[in-house]
C-alpha cells in the first residue's frame, strides 16, 4: 500500500479517463457532473482500494477515514446527515468496474433508511407510502446482495402481500401494507442470516461497500470475465451516491435512454420511461415502461431537458451514449451515463455517420468497429419467404438467426447443449444466474422486459440472437413449456428466432445469405441506388482499411473455385495451397500405388500418373490468380491418412482369409499400413521427411508446379507461383530439397524455353526452425509461419485433441482465457515468432514473410503479425474481409 495514495474521488474530481481507477461509471459521472450537467453528488471509491482488499483481505487501513472526510463534505452540501432520524440523507451504493459486467453486486438504493429515519422521510416527502416502499426496497436489495438471502424470499412475500389484497401491481400497496411487509422482510433477514437488519446507517454503507469488493470474485461474475477476456486482476470501483427519487409520485420516475437507436444507428428518440418508479424496476421488465417520446406529454419540461443533455453527451463523447435518469417531482437528475452498446450493424452505420457529421475522422472509425462484428454481420439471415408457422413476435434485442430446441432452463440448455444439441433458452425474463444457458444457447427468448432489460443486454454482449418481452407467450417454467395464442410449445421442440426483426417462429426456418456477404460476392453494389445502408458503411469502412493497413491478405486455398471467391473477398493470392488435398477422392489410389510401390520402376510409373493431374490442378489455380502470389506447399501429412484405417482393413483382410479369398492388394496394403503406422503421426514421417524418404515425391509436384507456370505463361497469364517446403527443422534438409527443385526447375525452364522465376521458401512450424531462422533463411526466399503446428509443438499440445478433451477445464482456471490454437499465444509462441523474423530478416534483409496457420484470420492476432512486422497473413476466404478490417485498425 502506497503511502497517501487517494483511494476516495469526489465526483468533481474525476473524469471520463480515468476508468481504470474510477471505473466506468464513476469515471462518467465525474465527467457528467464537470460538464455540469444535473449528478446527484458524491463520491467514488477507487479500484485500488479494491485491489487492496481482494490481495489481503482487508480495507486499507486509510480508506475508513477518506470515507468519512468525504461523507462528512457530502451531508454538508446536502444540509443532511446520512440515516439521521428527522431528514436522513440516503445514498445509493453501486459497483462500477472498468468493464461493465453483469454478476457482480450492482446497486443497493436508500442506504440510510431505519426503524426511525423511515418516520422521518415520510414526513419530509409528505408520503408515508413511499418511505415505507423505499426501507422495503432497501431491505430486499440489502438483504439479497449484501447479506446472501435468497431475493426468492422477498419476492414471494411480495407476491403473497399482494394476493392477499386482491392487487396485480405494486403500486397497490399501501403505506399499511408495505409497514407489515417491512416487518416480515426483516423476519426472513433475521431467519436466514442469523442477524438483524443492521439500523445504524453507517454499517449499512461499509456493509455494502464490501460486499461490492467481494462481488468480483462471484462466480457469475468470474464465469463473464472468462467469456468476455477481461482480466481478472482490475477490481471494481464502489460509488456512492445522494439518492434522488423516482417514485414518489406521477410526477416522478425513472428511464433509460439512448442517443440513438443501438440497433440501428438511427438518431431519434429511444428508450423507455417508467413513471413513479425506481430503477430496478425497469432493468428488471417488472412492470411495462412506455416509450421515451411519451415523456413529452408526461413533462415537457424535463423531457426537453433530457433531449438537450443528449445531444450535449453525443457531442461531448462524439458516440452513442446510453443514459440512466430520473425524475424527482419533476426535476430531471443523470445517474449514469456510457458509450452504449450497439449493435454489429449498428457499429458500422455509426461509424460512418458520425464521419459525415464530422464528429470522427475515418482512423477513429475505424477503431469503432471490430473484425467480430463484421463476422457476425456475414451470418446468414432467415428466409422472410418460408412458409413457416409464425408464433409471436417480440423485440429485436440482439441481431442473428437462431434455430434449436426449446428449453425453459439453463440447467438443460448447458445439458443438451454439451450432449450436441443446438437449444434455444426460453425464460420470462433472465436473470444473472442464467449466464450459463445463455452460453450454452444458440439464441434466447424472453416475454417480459425491454431492450435494457438483462436478457437484451447480456446477449448484445455475447453477440448472442435474443428476443425479448414477446408478450403472448406465456412461459411456464414449471411445466417446461410455452403456450402462445393456444399453440403449445413443448420442451425440445424446435424454434426459431429471428434477432433482427423479434419474429418467433415455430419449427426451422431456412437461412438465406446476409446482404454483406452478397456484396463481398459483388452481387450487390454499394453505389446501387437501393443499396442497404449498412452495405454502404461497410464498403466505406472496409475502403478506410485497405488505405492504411500495411499488412496484405492472402488466402488458404486449394481449388479454383475458393480461390475466386477469395479474390472477391479481396484476397491479394494465396498464402497456402494445401496439395495434399488433390491426393483425395479418386486419387487417392494412385497414391496408394506410390506407398506400396516395391520397385524403383513401380513408383515412377505411379508418380507419372500423378503428374498430369496436379498440373491440371495448378493451371487452374495460376488461372484464376493470375497476377497474384500462389504458395504452393508441397505434401505435408503422413502417408497413412491416404489409406485405409488400420482397425477396417485388418477386419476386412481376416474375413477375407476366413472365406479364404484374401485379396493380394488388400494383404501388400495391410503390411504397408503396418510399416507406416505411428505411435505420433505428427511427429513422424510428414513434411519434408517425406520429400527426402519418397525420391521423386517432391520432384514431381515441383515439376507439375513449374510446367503449369510455364504454360500460363505461355497462354499470356501470369502465374506468380512460390514453392513452400513443411515442416523444416533444419538449414540441411531445405537444402537438399531446394537443389533437387532448382534442377528440376532448370529442366522445365529449358525445355519450355519460359524464364520461371519461382521462389522457394519454407515454412517456420517448429521451435527448431524458429530458433535457428538465421540459418534457413540462406536457403528460403520466404517464411510462412504455420501458427498451428507451432502452438502444438510449443505447448506439446496435440492441435487434434487437446480442445476436446482437457481445454474446457483450463480455461475454467483461467490458465488461459481463449484457446492457443484460436488467438496467437504471445508471450510463447509468439515471442519464437518475433524473434524469427528479426533472425530471418537479419540474414536476409528482402526476406518475404507470412503466416498461413488459423490465426492468420483471428483479429487479436492480425494486431500482433502487424506489429511483429510480417509482409501478409493468410486466412480461409471467408475471414479475409475480416483480417482486411483488423490489419487496418492495427495500422490506423
Ligand atoms: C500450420 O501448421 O500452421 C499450417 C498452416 O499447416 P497445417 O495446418 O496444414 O499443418
Ligand atoms: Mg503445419
Redesign the pocket.
Known sequence: EIKDQKFVYDFTEGNKDLKDLLGGKGANLAEMTNLGLPVPPGFTITTEACKVYLDSGEEPAALRDEVSAHLDALEQRMGKKLGQSEDPLLVSVRSGAKFSMPGMMDTVLNIGLSDTSVEGLARQAGDERFAWDSYRRLIQMFGKTVLGVEGELFEDALDAAKEAKKVTVDTDLDAADLKKLVKQFKKIVKSETGRDFPQDPREQMDLAIKAVFDSWNGDRAKLYRRQERIPHDLGTAVNVCSMVFGNLGPDSGTGVAFTRDPASGHQGVYGDYLQNAQGEDVVAGIRNTVPLADLESIDKKSYDQLMQIMETLETHYKDLCDIEFTIERGRLWMLQTRVGKRTAGAAFRIATQLVDQGLIDEAEALQRVTGAQLAQLMFPRFDETARVEKLGRGIAASPGAAVGKAVFDSYTAVKWSRSGEKVILIRRETNPDDLDGMIAAEGILTSRGGKTSHAAVVARGMGKTCVCGAEELEVDTKRRRMTVNGTVVEEGDVVSIDGSTGKVYLGEVPVVPSPVVEYFEGRMHAGADDADELVQAVHRIMAYADRVRRLRVRANADNAEDALRARRFGAQGIG?C?TEHMFLGERREMVEKLILADTDDEREDALKALLPLQKKDFVELFEAMDGLPVTVRLL?PPLHEFLPDITELSVRVALAEARKDANENDLRLLQAVHRLHEQNPMLGLRGVRLGLVIPGLFTMQVRAIAEAAAERRNAKGDPRAEIMI?LVGTVQELEIVREEAEQVIAEVEAATGVDLRLALGT?I?LPRAALTAGQIAEAAEFFSF?????TQTVWGFSRDDVEASFFTAYLEKGIFGVSPFETIDKDGVGSLVRNAVAAGRATRPDLKLGV???HGGDPESVHFFHEVGLDYVSCSPFRIPVARLEAGRAAA
Not at 504455420?786 to 507451432?790: E, S, V
Open positions: 497456402l494445401r505435408d513443411p515454412m512450424e504455420g501458427t498451428n503446428d507451432l498461413c496457420g488459423e
